[in-house]
């Protein structure tokens, strides 16, 4: 969906510049292969994003995710694990990543990221503050904060997170669904509880101290809730999972429960509501023809449980199969008219595309 028609979706001028909570972009930069060997700069028709599309879509930036795949060697792939169950499915456990691969791939996708701010003459910047990001979202331009989607690409040492804060990285993950030497994330299942293995390690306790010594944020898509509830403890900053969905409307491992999502409240922390249609749906199928209400409803429940200032979006955009009627960054607009038609002020559509975001960071990273 390259070309809106007038009338579909919100209006240009009645839209809040989107920044959004995940994407898997660099991932198909650096694996031509998966990526349909699209550029950043030229509006491709493979994947979900890239400027020109992002400009389309009213996509302001977003954390970029820097995620390594399971290495080729250990055979291990979605596919091959999946099997289905009786009202469901159920993906086998992914393997621990070599520390060696993990590093490598990492460095190989943060180089792209910096790649992309030195090509984009101006267009593109990796943001450091709150301060920043609000002024690239003013001036139009596309926000990028480097984000690590699994702890493994730090390396077992948490005291390799200050090298890499000097440099630029502002989010993290503790886990991608695998283990790690800091955690345990989620097996994907449906339906089931997030509850599926034991909490941080020693490791990875100490890891969320230094998170918040530095000023990164702490992500809480992909762990599991034991981990979930030891970074809830430890904490000082807000609880936020920058992608995922209510499990009372989709109760898959990734979703969060109501006690997770009361913890989250109570922090002033925020939700990312994910477009991965498996994490929206009720019967939590892979379908692409998936309408948009269903994306209004989880925004629905989570406003109920957590309030306006609390929610926002994290698309996943190549990482995951997202409702047909978005199809890609060029098709934000589309949601933000089904979310006005669900009874969404001005008001509280920016909050939802890009104020709660800033808010959360400010407080998180203090600067
Ligand atoms: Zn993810």
């Not at 992909?222 to 920058?242: C, K, M, Q, Y």
């Not at 925020?270 to 379908?287: I, P, S, T």
């Amino acid at each position: 969906m390259t070309s809106l028609t007038e009338g579909d979706g919100l209006a240009r001028a009645d839209r809040p510049p989107i920044f959004d909570g995940h994407n898997d972009t660099l991932l198909d930069l650096y694996l031509p292969e998966r990526g349909g060997g699209r550029t950043f700069f030229e509006c491709g028709e493979a994947g979900h994003l890239d400027l020109p599309r992002a400009r389309e879509g009213g996509f302001g930036g977003g954390f970029f995710a820097c995620w390594t795949p399971p290495d080729p060697e250990s055979g291990w792939t979605e596919e091959s694990a999946l099997s289905l169950t009786e009202d469901g499915y159920e993906v086998a456990d992914a393997p621990p990543l070599d520390p060696l691969y993990a590093r490598k791939t990492a460095n190989g996708l943060v180089k792209i990221l910096f790649e992309l701010e030195a090509e984009s003459g101006g267009q593109l910047k990796i943001v450091r503050t709150a301060q920043e990001l609000a002024s690239c979202l003013r001036e139009g331009v596309l926000a990028a904060i480097l984000h690590f989607e699994g702890a493994e690409n730090l390396g077992p040492d948490p005291g390799a997170l200050e090298g890499l804060y000097e440099a630029g990285l502002r989010s993290l993950g503790l886990v991608w669904s695998r283990p790690n030497a800091y955690g345990e994330g989620v097996p994907f299942r449906f339906p089931a509880s997030p509850d599926t293995g034991p909490g941080l390690t020693d490791a990875g306790k100490e890891l969320v101290r230094e998170c918040n010594r530095l000023g990164v944020l702490v992500d809480l898509s992909h762990l599991n809730e034991r981990g979930f509830w030891d970074v809830a403890e430890i904490s000082e900053a807000p609880l936020v999972a920058t992608h995922s969905n209510a499990h009372a409307l989709c109760p898959t491992t990734r979703n969060l429960t109501d006690r997770q999502l009361d913890a989250i409240r109570d922090s002033d922390g925020m939700v990312g509501v994910n477009f991965a249609v498996a994490f929206l749906r009720e019967d939590g199928q892979d379908e692409e023809d998936t309408p948009l209400e269903t994306v209004v409803r989880h925004v629905d429940y989570l406003v109920e449980r957590v309030g306006i200032e609390r929610v926002g979006f994290g698309s996943d955009f190549d990482g995951a199969k997202v409702p047909r009627e978005i199809g890609d960054a060029s098709g934000l607009p589309e949601l933000l008219g089904a979310l006005r038609d669900g009874g969404y002020d001005a008001e509280a559509l920016s909050k939802l595309s890009h104020e709660n975001w800033v808010r959360v960071l400010r407080r998180t990273w203090r600067r």
